[in-house]
C-alpha cells in the first residue's frame, strides 16, 4: 500500500501542477490581451503617421502650387513690361527721328530767319535744353538709386555654406 505521506505529497504535487497550469493559461491571457492592445496602440499610431505624412505632402503641393502660381504671376508681369518697353521704345524712336528731321530742317531755316524768330528760337531751345538736362539728372538718379538696390539685395541673400 502507499503510504499516506505520499499520497499527500502526490496530492500536493497535482494540485501545485494544476495551479501551475492555472497560472500559465492566466498569464498567456493576461499577455495575449496586452499583446492586442499594444497591435492596437500600433495600428492607431501607423495610421496617425499615414495621415500627417498625407498632411504633410498636401502642405507641399499647397506650397509649390502656391509658389508655381506666384512664379508665372511674375513672369507674366515680366513679359507685360518687355511688351511695354518695346512700344514705349519704337514711340521714341520715331520721336527721335523726327527732331534730327526738324534739326536738319532747322539749319536751313535758321540761315534765313530773321533776328526776332532767332531769338524766339534760342529761348525755346534753352528750355528744351534746361528740361532735358533735368530729366537726365532725374534719371541717373533713379538708375543710381536702382543699381543700389539691386547691390543690396545681391550682396545680402544668402548663399549656402556647403
Not at 508681369?77 to 511695354?84: G, P, W, Y
Not at 512700344?87 to 524712336?93: F, G, K
Not at 530767319?113 to 525755346?124: G, K
Request: with cysteine; charged share 25%.
Amino acid at each position: 500500500m502507499i503510504p499516506r505521506a505520499a499520497i499527500m505529497a502526490g496530492a500536493a504535487a497535482s494540485a501545485a501542477a494544476l495551479c501551475v497550469a492555472i497560472g500559465w493559461s492566466a498569464n498567456g491571457w493576461r499577455l495575449s490581451a496586452s499583446l492586442e492592445r499594444a497591435r492596437l496602440e500600433s495600428s492607431k499610431y501607423r495610421a496617425e503617421v499615414l495621415a500627417e505624412k498625407a498632411s504633410a505632402a498636401e502642405r507641399v503641393r499647397k506650397v509649390e502650387g502656391d509658389w508655381n502660381a506666384k512664379y508665372q504671376t511674375a513672369v507674366n508681369a515680366a513679359r507685360d513690361r518687355e511688351r511695354t518697353l518695346r512700344a514705349d521704345l519704337v514711340a521714341v524712336r520715331d520721336a527721335s527721328q523726327r527732331l534730327r528731321d526738324q534739326q536738319a530742317d532747322a539749319a536751313t531755316r535758321i540761315a534765313t530767319a530773321p533776328t526776332s524768330t532767332l531769338a524766339d528760337y534760342t529761348i525755346t531751345l534753352s528750355a528744351v535744353f534746361e528740361d532735358c538736362r533735368a530729366a537726365y539728372a532725374e534719371m541717373g538718379e533713379v538708375a543710381q538709386r536702382h543699381a543700389d538696390d539691386a547691390r543690396t539685395l545681391i550682396e545680402a541673400w544668402p548663399v549656402n555654406q556647403e
